[in-house]
């Protein structure tokens, strides 16, 4: 609509919408275009048309006068018509009143204003074309020619037009903005209020129409005996009265005259009931209507009989009236008046009726439609309830509609009734204050149904705000009564402990909290009107309260146990950071030893580097220490007097221990900088002395140069290489003195840092001194550098001369070879080829003749002395060779010319051969015509004459090419030389004359084609006119077939042909007269262009041809008319017949509808309902089923074995007890039922009286759905159509099916029949599968036969309709079959009206089966859950008191005191026994909390709205589980030092007696392997037996057997193998802190092996021993890393541990690796080692650390292949490895002979360029001087062969040059793909081969490796392995643990195809590998054996499959 809807803008959205910047400014004075491309429109013009017209009136002011007041102000109204309410719309949208003239035409301002912007103005304007056309039309803008314009309308009209307006002014048009005059405005909201109302009306119909004709044939009914009865009465009365007035009974006439007034009354209610019905039955049947409407005539005749008869019997004299209806004379007319106004209130009073009766109606619609809200229902069924709102409001609008028109109905009725007659005025009001009370009585009813929507969201609200709050508050309850339960259980004050109880007591908190202020908030805000609401909110926060004041009091509890526990924790810290710190000080006093041992040999540069990190080590240990020791004095002092005092006493004594450190660190720091600063001065001292070896060098090697190289000598080899010695020394001796200068100025740094650091005397003397020698060192190399260089640039300029003249000479050789090959011009004719050779030639010697010059000329500039002559003569051969060079270029340039004169006129030639060719073929063309026949068919002479303007065409152009082409080449020719330019053009002109005469000949041709193609087209135009006379004709001869005669006895196919004939024939008629109008009209046109003379005999025979058509014409019309009105009566015929029978199909197909309906919707719709029920309720069984046989993979016959228990068939009983539970069974909520809803299923499921298994496929077996319409068969064969099956349909097939396989017997959905279909319709799949019921898809296949039968009567009614109106305005046959048409029309209506009726009474059974059967689920799963959470406290109630039980137990029988204690009292067995006790009642208590976990879990598993009635439940479990960690914790406490005593004793005992039995073992002298062995006899697995008897065979082993048990138990838990026997007898250790190993066993006495290094491995073989002197325990044995051998200490006299026992250590290939005999890589190989095999270490790992390689890239010369060669392998040593004499390499291509003669021999091949040649013989250099070149014998590299090659040629030319890039191999070598050892090799190179270097050498430093010696688990082997540490090391330690990274199977053997699978491990689970890895001999799978903790050994599974995917991983 208009205006605003918001009310309000904001200041960014009004700024948008009138942006200045919009659109340009008509009538401003400066305003420019500013929109696109217009942005410079007409430019100074438009500035000046503005200037020039007057300035507009600000605020859009008028330029013209005003209307005059009293003439009438026109208002615009602007309105938007579409659905958006957009800004820029909507600031236009108001009214707008007249305001003057602008530019000839009104404008208008807006008198609506926008609230809150009433400052802004709108106009709306016309403006001219003065400032262009692109300003000119209409406007919306701020003012009138304002600059803010919003739209635009380029409409010129004197109006503003209705629409075409842009938004914005230069965007696109908005047709939703309308503008128009208000009264066109009002007369269109009265017109669209109409169109509302009638549709409104419509609707109202649509539903009265939903009443059946029977029923309204029930209300004529009643109505009917109703108006019998009152007429008899009436009648009866009014005789009595004649009878006692004819008898002369006077006293009894008034009697009588009361009876006819009773009977008045009694006949107005009936008048009033027939009113009612008549109004009701204005919607229903024409012909109830018209009887009802009979009765009302009735009554109303004996209404009038019946006043006349009072009025008599009033007017009879001996009547007597009572006084009070005494009614004297006079008041006559006032008795008629009442009877008038009497008679006028009856017919005001049905209208009145219908009107409240239809408020009543809709206000009972609204209370139906609202009924489902009254219902409590979850979110499952909002979208019901919404529906339902809507449908309410929807009938409450309407409801209030009918009200307030009813009451406005009445007050003017009531207005009217208050001129009426008293009595009649007395009714009136009494009849309509009775009705304004009902109406009153309707609107109260319905005011409580216009808030339904807000009724109902709160009442939402207020339900899941309870639930949810109810929730949170029940969460919360349950996190404090954990953390009260855990509180009253914690028994010890344990940090674990606290800190879940903590962690519990933080969620507790955190949940109460949040909960409390959410309580607190719908407190503060709910509607208290809502009292049940309020009241669960009060009661909420009141448990909230209690909940909080049960928290607090855990927290102090909690806080209480933390300060205690507090004191303890930090004294250890404490204690700890200061024996950190003492441990450093230890190892600073170590790192001091090196330097009092006054050894040379040692590195004092590493030693003082070690001293300084010990000193900064020890400094930020004791400051860390220190630091720490403050910080938690303060925390010290926050605690209570009593452990605060102890601990801080403890504190102050380490703190003094770690002033007295620091004091010995000073000592250390300050010896330390004393032993650094001698150090620093002795190295720069070395390096300032190497550096003067080096300048000693530099002097011998220059004066060598001194005088050398003069002036006209010669440059020898020697003095290039003295130089490069000489610039070698000056490098080396520079470096020298730059290093020593740096060392100097660095060590100078550090000595004065250094004495800064210990305030000591400095070291100025000695670096003084050292600062003067450098010096001198410096300028000794600046002058010898001045020598060299000298020396270099002599040698430099020879060089360069040297080079100038060798090209001079290349210029020189090739002018002269271009002046050879020039033609002289007097000769023959050159060719092409020749020219342009030699013009290529002369470019090439130009370029290198100029290169040359100019290089000459750029030297000459600054050339001086003996330099300058040589260049200037060289500028003279230049200038001679120039000169010679220009005059073959002039020659050249001559023959050149000539070639192309001769190539234009052979082209020009050639084009005019090409044109007299064409010409001919024109000639050829012709002939036809020539040979004397005068008269040809049309076609003849038409194709004749096509190829005779085809081939002049062609000629025509072929002639004008060649005449252009001519006149071209005649002006290229003008260019040439004199010469040759005269004789070009003679020739050209020749040819040009020659065209001419060509042209003229094919003139002549094109006139006479053009003749004989006029006679022609007059020949054709007469065969055109024949043609149509023969159609015409036809026409006519084809009429006859559809005679008024014969038109009944015609077949449709037959007519349907015959008309088909007639219309082609008329068309071809047609189509014939129109072609020939054309073609005439054409030739006529034509001939008016010729000449008088040629006109006239042409336009005479053409006249003749047109009177022809003209007739044939004429007839076409007649015959057309005649064919028309035949046709229209037969299709009138056939329309009413195939009319007739689609109305029957359709009665039939419709009472087949509803026959089938009938088995759905029953009688009454109760019974609908429940049978609806039922098929739901199978189908949700059946879909269950089915599903769960697809998702579990088992089979229709597993399922009903397992329902029936093996039996064959299922009775009813079982039937019903196996439905019911079928829910449990595939977890399916929708199939759930009670065992009675399941027993009705029993006769839709079972045919018998047992259900057998075919019968279970058959219900289980898939229906399909019709996808196409499809026919219905009686058999397979043949037979007929029995009916269709529609699109929706279902069936259930029986078979694979017969008659070819196209149709299949099948059973419908709709009414189970059997019948027989095609699968297939149209090439398509007829049918797809779909998941239905037997009979659960029966609603829907008879609801998709209606709808079908529906459509099709639907159209047929559309189709009768349609063809009715096309036919009613024709005349003739046509018109008078439009009656039947309708007729039949309305018989399809009323069929179509009984469908619609059926098929909604079919959706809405359905509709309330499926709300039934939701509902019943919706019941039904309550229940469930709420026995699902009684049986889940139940069992969890069971488990946990069972679990108590054995806890308290326990609890009872736990000896008290310390772990000590018991340790001491009590044996091994007995704490074995507690032991077993406490775990038998920890694990049931487990089991216990894993069953109320695993409740809890299916719980939480539950969703939906059914949830909440499992909080309870779910609150029970918690306190249950909250019960067992309580038990678990007190259980735990109670046995903690019994469990703690236990460990101790077992891991005492355990230790003691391996240490016994290693010692007893050690005496055997042999090896574990030996003895194992030797001692079982080859056994896989020890026994325990086996084991004792082993024990017990050793000497002085001092174990007992219960001793041996705990060996046995610990290293063959799982069996006792070789490995397990070898750890048992073997001890080894891990270094855990630097030690030595001493060669004695004494320290004192003893010298260091070496030191033992964190991390090392430690094999001990003797000990351990106590070495009295130190008070240490020491043991002897052997470092794996090397071998080493002596004595360690084992933990220090401070009780700092040095070695940690370990288990044996153990590796694994987790990658590709090999064993080798020896450490070295290429010692000889053993074999690979296979991925996850397990190896003992034996040595090592250590590190080899290698020297760097240094790697040259290149290629090899024999085959050009690219790699890294090691320098190394090139010679024995690579500091000798420099490049080969004996290289050289091809830069021209040169011949490779025989013989050194090369007059005398052969040549053997050619030598390309870059090919390397090698030098062999002992002939060296020779040189040819017959033709002066030298040559020297070669072997080449690329193929070995050897001859004889051309170094440099007679002219300077170099063929070969010498490498100094190439290498000779001297012994074989790998060629490696990059600068690594271990990369790619290439291929061999063998020795001698030549390798050319491409590149610098790399220098490349080898990562280090590991090295290590290990043996084979499996086979026994030793080998050494060498790899590169990392991450991708191949190999890894190995541990007896494994995680699965995929799931494998374990099975029961070894060998996977003998074993069995027990299970699969998954993912995540970890193992312990018993047994393993071993190799699978069949599959090649390594295995190992797994165990876990809980289910001890459990079988075999492989470690990785074939394709490398890992299932165990190792950790």
Known sequence: ??????????????????????????????????????????????????????????????????????????????????????????????????????????????????????????????????????????????????????????????????????????????????????????????????????????????????????????????????????????????????????????????????????????????????????????????????????????????????????????????????????????????????????????????????????????????????????VESGDDLRHVMLQAIKETEKAVRTAQASIGEARRFISGKLSQAAKFAPHAKKTALEEF??????????????????????????????????????????????????????????????????????????????????????????????????????????????????????????????????????????????????????????????????????????????????????????????????????????????FSEGP???????????????????????????????????????????????????????????????????????????????????????????????????????????????????????????????????????????????????????????????????????????????????????????????????????????????????????????????????????????????????????????????????????????????????????????????????????????????????????????????????????????????????????????????????????????????????????????????????????????????????????????????????????????????????????????????????????????????????????????????????????????????????????????AVAAKVSVSLLGSGDAGTSQALVDRLRLAAVVSALQAHIKESEVSAQEIFKEATGGKPKLGKEAFKEWFARVCDMTGNEEAILTEEQALRLWPLAVTGSSLSVSDFEDLLKESSMCTQAVALWDSAEGSEQSGGLEVGEMVKFLGEGGGGGKRVECVLARNGSRVWVETEANGKAAFKPMVAAAGAGQIESVEAFVKAVLARCSEAASAAEKKAKQVANNKGPLGEAAPKLQAIKGKLSKEQADLDSLLKRLDAAKSAAEQDRKAEVKVVREQKCKAFGEESVRQGTEAVEAAEAKASKVIENSKAGSAELLAKELGLLELEELKKAADEALESLAGAKALVAKLMEAHEAQKGPSRNLLLEARVELTKLQSRANGAERKCRSATEALRTAHTQVVKTATMRAKNNLRMAFRKLGKSADDVFDQTFSGKAEVSRPDFQKFVNSLSDHGLSEEQVTLLFDEFGRYGLRKLGFQKAVQEYCTCTREVAITDGFTISSSSTVRKLEKGEYFEVLEGPLEETEANLRRVRGCALRDGAQGWVTIKGNQGTPFLKPREKPLVFAAGAADMTAAPDVSSPLIRRLQLDEVLELLEGPREEVFQPQVFLPGSASKDAAKGFLLMSDISSASSSATPSNNIYVCRSTIAMTHEFDISQTKVMRKVAVGETLEVIGSEGEKKDDSIAVVRLKFRAAKDGKEGWVTVSGNKGTVYLEASSSHYVLEKAAPLRASAAADSEIIRQMEPGEAFQAEGEAQEVTPPTRLVMKSRSIEDGKVGWTNFVAGPDAPLKPWMPKCSCQAPVDITSSLAIEEGKVKRQARVAEPFEVVEGPVLDAVSGFRRVRLASVSEGVLGWATVRDAEGQVFLKVG
């Open 433 to 638: 204050t009775t009705l304004q009370e009902k109406l009153t009585e309707a609107q109260n009813k319905l005011n409580p149904f216009k808030t339904v929507r807000q009724d109902y969201e709160k009442r939402s609200q207020a339900k899941k705000l309870i639930e949810e709050l109810h929730g949170k508050l029940a969460g919360a309850e349950i996190e404090v009564e954990k953390a009260t339960m855990m509180t009253a259980s914690m028994g010890v004050e344990q940090a674990d402990s606290l800190k879940e109880t903590e962690q519990t007591l933080g969620a507790a908190q955190s949940a109460l909290a949040q909960t409390n202020r959410l309580i607190d908030s719908k407190l503060r805000t709910v509607d208290k009107s809502s009292e049940a609401v309020y009241e669960q909110l009060k009661d909420f926060k009141e448990r909230g309260k209690l909940a909080q004041e049960k928290l607090d009091e855990v927290r102090k509890a909690v806080k209480e146990a933390q300060v205690r526990i507090a004191a303890d924790t930090l004294m250890k810290e404490v204690s700890e950071k200061v024996a950190g710190a003492e441990d450093e000080l230890q190892r600073m006093a170590e790192a001091e030893l090196p330097f009092l041992r006054s050894d040379k040999d040692q590195n004092m540069e590493h030693l003082l580097a070690d001293a300084d990190k010990v000193s900064v080590k020890v400094h930020a240990a004791l400051a860390d220490a220190q630091t720490f020791v403050a910080k938690k004095l303060v925390e010290v002092a926050r």
């Open 644 to 1150: 605060g005092q102890a601990v801080k006493e403890e504190v102050d004594m380490l703190q003094k221990r770690l002033e007295e450190g620091r004091e010995r660190l000073q000592q250390f720091r300050a010896s330390t900088a004393e032993r650094k600063r001698a150090h620093l001065l002795e190295e720069v001292d070395m390096k300032v002395a190497s550096a003067e070896d080096e300048v000693k060098k530099m002097t011998e090697s220059t004066k060598a140069l001194e005088g050398s190289a003069k002036a006209g000598e010669t440059i020898s080899d020697g003095l290039r290489e003295a130089v490069a010695q000489a610039n070698h020394a000056e490098r080396a001796a520079q470096a020298g003195v730059v290093v020593a200068k740096k060392l100097l100025v660095q060590k100078t740094a550090d000595l004065k840092k250094l004495a800064v650091a210990t305030a000591s005397a400095g070291s100025g003397g000695e670096l003084g001194r050292l600062q003067t020698r450098v010096n001198a060192m410096q300028e000794d190399i600046k002058k010898m550098r001045c020598i060299i260089k000298d020396t270099e640039e002599r040698i430099r300029v020879k060089e360069v001369l040297g080079e100038v003249a060798d090209r001079l000479d290349m210029a020189e050789n090739e002018v002269e070879k271009v002046a050879a090959a020039a033609v002289p011009t007097g000769l023959e004719q050159p060719s092409a080829e020749a020219v342009e050779r030699l013009e290529k030639a002369n470019a090439s010697a130009q370029s290198k003749l100029g290169a040359t010059a100019k290089l000459v000329d750029v030297k000459l500039k600054s050339a001086q002395g003996f330099t300058q002559a040589e260049l200037q003569g060289m500028r003279t051969r230049i200038t001679q060779a120039e000169r010679k060079l220009r005059k073959v270029v002039e020659a050249a340039t001559e023959q050149k010319e000539r070639l192309k004169a001769s190539e234009l006129v052979a082209q020009a030639t050639e084009k005019a051969d090409k044109s007299d060719a064409a010409l001919k073929k024109a000639g050829d063309a012709e002939l036809p015509f020539l040979k004397g026949v005068e008269v040809m068919t049309v076609a003849e002479s038409g194709k004749y004459i096509a190829a005779c303007e085809a081939a002049a065409t062609a000629a025509q152009k072929l002639v004008s090419e060649a005449r252009a082409f001519t006149l071209q080449k005649l002006a290229e020719a003008k260019e040439f030389g004199s010469a040759v330019a005269d004789a070009c053009s003679k020739d050209l002109l020749a040819i040009q004359k020659r065209l001419d005469g060509t042209a003229g000949k094919l003139t002549e041709l094109k006139k006479d084609t053009t003749d004989r193609k006029r006679k022609a087209q007059l020949q054709a135009s007469s065969e055109k006119i024949q043609a149509v006379e023969d159609a015409v004709k036809n026409l006519a001869e084809t009429m006859t077939k559809l005679a008024d005669s014969n038109m009944d006895q015609l077949a449709e196919q037959e007519a349907t042909s015959i008309c088909e004939t007639i219309a082609q024939a008329e068309t071809k008629a047609q189509t014939a007269v129109s072609g020939a109008k054309k073609f005439l009209a054409l030739r006529v046109q034509e001939t008016k262009a010729l000449a008088e003379a040629q006109r006239t005999p042409i336009m005479a025979d053409l006249s003749k041809l047109q009177s022809r058509l003209t007739a044939s014409t004429v007839e076409l019309a007649r015959l057309s008319s005649q064919a028309t009105e035949r046709e229209h009566r037969y299709v009138a015929g056939r329309l009413v017949q195939v009319t007739s029978k689609s109305l029957e199909d359709i009665t039939a197909q419709a």
């Open 1 to 374: 609509g208009g205006g605003n809807t918001r009310g309000e803008y904001s200041v960014t959205e009004r700024s948008t919408m009138i942006s200045p910047a919009a659109r340009p400014s008509p009538g401003l004075r400066s305003a420019a275009p500013s929109r696109g491309s217009s942005a410079n429109l007409r430019g100074t013009q438009a500035l000046a048309a503005a200037q020039k017209r007057p300035v507009p009136v600000p605020a859009g002011g008028p330029t013209s006068k005003v209307p005059k007041k009293a003439e009438a102000v026109e208002t615009i109204v602007v309105h938007n018509t579409g659905n958006k309410d957009e800004i820029g719309i909507r600031t236009l949208v108001g009214e707008y009143a007249e305001r003057g003239i602008n530019h000839g035409k009104k404008y208008y301002e807006k008198t609506t204003r926008i609230p809150g912007h009433e400052e802004m103005t709108a106009f709306l304007y016309y403006w001219d074309q003065r400032d262009g056309p692109e300003f000119n039309g209409w406007w919306f803008g701020d003012r009138v020619g304002g600059q803010q314009v919003w739209s635009r309308n380029k409409s010129l009209s004197a109006k503003p037009p209705k629409a075409g307006w842009t938004i914005p002014w230069d965007g696109p048009v908005r047709n939703e903005l309308s503008v128009m005059t208000k009264e066109e405005k009002l007369a269109q909201d009265k017109r669209q209020t109409a169109e509302r109302m009638e549709a409104r009306r419509r609707e109202e119909d649509s539903k009265h129409a939903e009443v059946t004709e029977a029923q309204w044939e029930e209300r004529v009914a009643k109505a009917t005996e109703r108006c019998a009865e009152v007429e008899l009465d009436v009648t009866e009365a009014m005789e009595g009265y004649q009878e006692r007035e004819e008898a002369g009974l006077h006293d009894e006439l008034a009697e009588a005259r009361g009876k006819m007034q009773e009977q008045q009354k009694k006949l107005m209610d009936a008048l009033k009931f027939v009113a009612a019905e008549a109004i009701a039955a204005q919607k229903g049947p024409a012909l109830c209507k018209a009887d009802l409407q009979d009765l009302s005539k009735r009554l109303r005749a004996v209404q009038a009989k019946l006043k006349e008869a009072l009025k008599s019997a009033t007017a009879h004299p001996m009547v007597k009236a009572e006084p009070a209806d005494e009614t004297p004379a006079e008041d006559e007319p006032h008795n008629e008046m009442e009877a008038l106004h009497s008679l006028q209130l009856e017919e005001m009073l049905p209208p009145v009726l219908e009107k409240v009766e239809t408020a009543e109606d809709e206000v009972e619609k609204v209370s139906i439609a609202a009924a489902p809200l009254q």
